[in-house]
């Protein structure tokens, strides 16, 4: 993995500058710092102020696990293009019968794993997250929930994350497949992406190298994103960077 932001790396940016492109990021973790408490996530002001100027410049999406509705209310009045959530799923294109889906297997995990203390169902409609941040035996937390996955009726897909493992429909939508589908619905010849988390490799695994930047935040050897950032402070140097070599009106 490569420094997004060394001086030898300059040049990977003034090409997305240069070009039609598509700037989208995750939102936990990328956008805004992780917190312990999931409803406390928000932007710092100065991420928020230059994300606003950078709509302006470049078409921006962002494309996070969370539900478009909590998204949307986070980014604060950032005029953000496109917002898909449920990590890729929740899309203008969505299934029908993906919240049916979850509405049928929740109650099936619920119950499972009511015995299970420290652990938080949340329901975003169209996926489901067990957080286990909470539980005090965090490995049997999570052999416990791919064990009820694993025999529900339904064949899912389980994406584990930071204390949370993801249950989501298999074959689903993911968020490589948001990305392609808005640099496309843009017509934009190239597409930056951030993320920092295990459904962020959808992105990075994508075989686009030619017109597709790719950057994790932290970095990480088990990762396929070519860039890193080095930590989430450091999307505030990169929003800055972008918004500098593309001047407003260029």
């Not at 994350?161 to 589908?181: D, M, W």
Request: include cysteine; proline fraction near 5%; glycine fraction near 6%.
């Amino acid at each position: 993995m490569r420094h997004l932001l060394a001086a030898e790396n300059q040049h990977v940016l003034a090409r997305l500058a240069r070009s039609s492109t598509l700037i989208a990021f995750d939102f936990d973790g990328t956008l805004a710092s992780i917190v312990a408490d999931r409803d406390r996530a928000a932007l710092r002001p100065s991420t928020r102020g230059l994300l606003t100027r950078l709509c302006a410049r470049y078409p921006c999406a962002v494309i996070t696990g969370r539900s478009r509705a909590d998204v949307e209310a986070r980014l604060e009045g950032a005029p953000i293009r496109h917002i898909v959530g449920n990590h890729g799923l929740e899309s203008v294109d969505l299934p029908a019968s993906s919240d049916e889906v979850m509405a049928a297997v929740r109650p099936l995990i619920e119950a499972a794993l009511c015995q299970h203390g420290g652990l938080d169902v949340e329901d975003k409609q169209y996926s489901l997250a067990v957080h286990y941040r909470n539980s005090l035996a965090k490995r049997r937390a999570r052999m416990a929930i791919h064990h009820v996955v694993a025999t529900l009726p339904v064949p899912m897909r389980v994406v584990p994350g930071k204390l949370v493992i993801n249950i989501l429909p298999r074959g689903a939508p993911h968020k490589g497949h948001a990305l392609l589908e808005l640099r496309q619905r843009e017509a934009a010849r190239m597409a930056l992406y951030v993320g920092d988390d295990v459904t962020d490799e959808d992105v990075f695994e994508l075989e686009d190298e030619g017109s597709l930047v790719a950057a994790r935040v932290g970095h990480s050897k088990r990762s396929a994103a070519p860039y890193f950032l080095r930590d989430q402070r450091e999307i505030d140097l990169l929003l800055a960077s972008l918004l500098e070599l593309r001047p407003l009106g260029s």
